[in-house]
């Protein structure tokens, strides 16, 4: 307990990347009025249990107005340094309950990775510009196909594995379809380390939908779950798949994840490719807010 008392923080809970309740990725946002410790921090996101949980620290309007609102971001295991969904649920907590952070449609999150815009189109429909993309190694395609569950043969060939990240980063794979999706198995034990010493995080996993226009599922298993919605690993998709010419330079197109575990997630990409150079990573959705409360604290 403090000199002053117990603390009372205000907290928020939304699901982020779906128009509609108990579907997308929910997120924890606490109003972090009291300075919390990292250690406090991170018991706050294991005691809610979501992928993340963010907290928002205020600071003067001038500094927020040059460097942004100052969020970070916690799984119930560690700090991340960026992440797509609890940045979009953050900003749009921002825009109900502190529009006064807006300068226009557009919230700045000051994130350990940096400044990360969020500009709101329609209500709760906002679209984060992401870092440009940094592309790193090229990866056995054998030897992840063994890791995720799936025959060789579910892989794209004119397609390798490479590792992304526009702030965390990711190995991408793709799929001749998306229908090898409901076999993916990642095998955790092994996986993890084998992608620590090739610069990535976790694997994402996506596979064309068909049609006319460029559609794509994926999925995402981490920590011996699975995530419903990745809007960071989802930058580095769009990232890798306008470098390679699958996307035109600008589209935007639609990305769904979340389907095998009921959580079904829509998400809408975009970036911008000149030569070999991408940059202008778009990641956009809606969120809902379901829940909000206060947290009592010794």
């Known amino acids: 307990m403090s000199a002053q008392g117990p603390i009372e923080l205000d907290y928020f809970v939304v699901d982020v990347f779906t128009g509609a309740a108990l579907a997308g990725n929910p997120l924890a946002v606490v109003m972090n009025t009291a300075r919390l410790a990292a250690e406090r921090m991170q018991a706050i996101a294991r005691e809610f249990n979501l992928s993340e949980t963010t907290f928002v620290e205020r600071r003067a309007a001038a500094i927020e107005r040059a460097e942004g609102v100052r969020v970070r971001i916690f799984t119930t295991q560690e700090e991340l340094n960026f992440a797509g969904h609890p940045t979009l649920g953050t900003a749009s907590v921002l825009k109900l309950r502190a529009p006064e952070t807006f300068e226009g449609d557009t919230a700045t999150l000051a994130l350990n990775v940096g400044q990360v ?151 809408f990409l975009s970036a911008q490719v000149q030569s070999a150079r991408v940059s202008d990573v778009r990641v956009a959705g809606s969120t809902v807010l379901v829940a909000k409360g206060r947290l009592f604290l010794p």
Request: glycine fraction near 10%.
């Open 117 to 267: 815009p969020v500009r709101f189109e329609e209500g709760l429909f906002g679209e984060m510009t992401q870092r440009d993309p940094e592309f790193g190694a090229e990866l056995d395609r054998a030897e992840v196909a063994r890791l995720i569950g799936l025959e060789l043969e579910d892989l794209d060939p004119a397609l390798p594995p490479q590792v992304v990240s526009t702030g965390t980063a990711f190995a991408i794979v793709v799929l001749r379809s998306h229908a090898a999706l409901a076999r993916l198995r990642v095998n955790q034990q092994e996986a993890t380390p084998w992608l620590r010493e090739r610069g990535a995080r976790w694997f994402f996993v996506l596979g064309p939908t068909g049609g006319d226009a460029p559609a794509y599922r994926a999925r995402m298993q981490f920590y011996g779950g699975e995530d419903p919605a990745t809007g960071s690993a989802a930058g580095c998709a769009i990232a890798y798949l306008a470098l390679r010419r699958q996307v035109k330079s600008g589209q935007r197109i639609a990305l769904r994840q979340g389907v095998e575990i009921g959580r079904p997630s829509d998400l």
